[in-house]
């Protein structure tokens, strides 16, 4: 898995480079009350993503990508396949000490930050279609902060902040997210300076 940038930053599913590991093929869900709030607009989340990365980066400090998604999805032939056409929805690149899986805990916004309790990159997405028909909206977060309220079979978040478009954004998530476990592959740790060589979303 590694194909998503215009709907969600390195949300990913590569057939190419990597085997996918999903521990849900069948994809996730949330509760009804999972939301953001983006401007004046508010949308409700229904699906996420969790991929482990490991200590991509740097020794010690763990990789986890999370993205949530405003459609329903699952997991077909390696790929990400929405139930809407039209997606909104967040990403994050979170940056942990815990190897297993996200700590519980505050994650505050530091770009290009690879620190543990930070996430160095992240991402808002308005409306983008995942058959091509429109190109919706791209923003990254600028500002902000992450709370894991609860961890493992089901996951609680609550974040807000602020993104490059000037408009703020909150909202909450709770439900389970469809895993990936990259952590075992087989490359060298990326260096702590470089960008990441994630490959993202096709158009």
């Given at each position: 898995?590694?194909?998503?940038?215009?709907?969600?930053?390195?949300?990913?599913?590569?057939?190419?480079?990597?085997?996918?590991?999903s521990d849900d093929d069948g994809g996730s869900g949330s509760s009804s009350d999972s939301y953001f709030i983006y401007g004046d607009t508010e949308f409700q989340l229904k699906s996420g993503v969790?991929?482990?990365?490991?200590?991509?980066?740097?020794?010690?400090?763990?990789?986890?990508?999370?993205?949530?998604?405003?459609?329903?999805?699952?997991?077909?032939?390696?790929?990400?396949?929405?139930?809407?056409?039209?997606?909104?929805?967040?990403?994050?690149?979170?940056?942990?000490?815990?190897?297993?899986?996200?700590?519980?805990?505050?994650?505050?916004?530091?770009?290009?930050?690879?620190?543990?309790?930070?996430?160095?990159?992240?991402?808002?997405?308005?409306?983008?279609?995942?058959?091509?028909?429109?190109?919706?909206?791209?923003?990254?977060?600028?500002?902000?902060?992450?709370?894991?309220?609860?961890?493992?079979?089901?996951?609680?978040?609550?974040?807000?902040?602020?993104?490059?478009?000037?408009?703020?954004?909150?909202?909450?998530?709770?439900?389970?997210?469809?895993?990936?476990?990259?952590?075992?592959?087989?490359?060298?740790?990326?260096?702590?300076?470089?960008?990441?060589?994630?490959?993202?979303?096709?158009?």
């Amino acid at each position: 898995m590694k194909n998503l940038k215009q709907l969600f930053l390195l949300v990913t599913i590569s057939v190419m480079s990597f085997s996918c590991g999903s521990d849900d093929d069948g994809g996730s869900g949330s509760s009804s009350d999972s939301y953001f709030i983006y401007g004046d607009t508010e949308f409700q989340l229904k699906s996420g993503v969790i991929e482990n990365y490991g200590d991509y980066y740097v020794d010690g400090v763990y990789n986890f990508d999370i993205s949530l998604f405003s459609s329903e999805m699952s997991v077909v032939d390696d790929e990400l396949v929405f139930d809407d056409n039209l997606v909104s929805g967040l990403y994050f690149e979170l940056f942990t000490e815990a190897e297993g899986d996200l700590e519980t805990g505050t994650y505050s916004f530091e770009s290009g930050s690879y620190d543990a309790n930070t996430f160095g990159d992240g991402a808002l997405y308005i409306n983008i279609s995942q058959d091509g028909s429109a190109d919706g909206e791209s923003y990254d977060i600028t500002s902000g902060s992450l709370t894991v309220l609860d961890n493992g079979s089901t996951y609680e978040f609550e974040f807000s902040g602020a993104a490059s478009s000037g408009e703020t954004f909150s909202g909450y998530f709770r439900g389970t997210l469809s895993a990936f476990d990259y952590s075992s592959e087989n490359r060298p740790v990326v260096e702590a300076n470089t960008k990441s060589k994630k490959v993202k979303f096709r158009k």
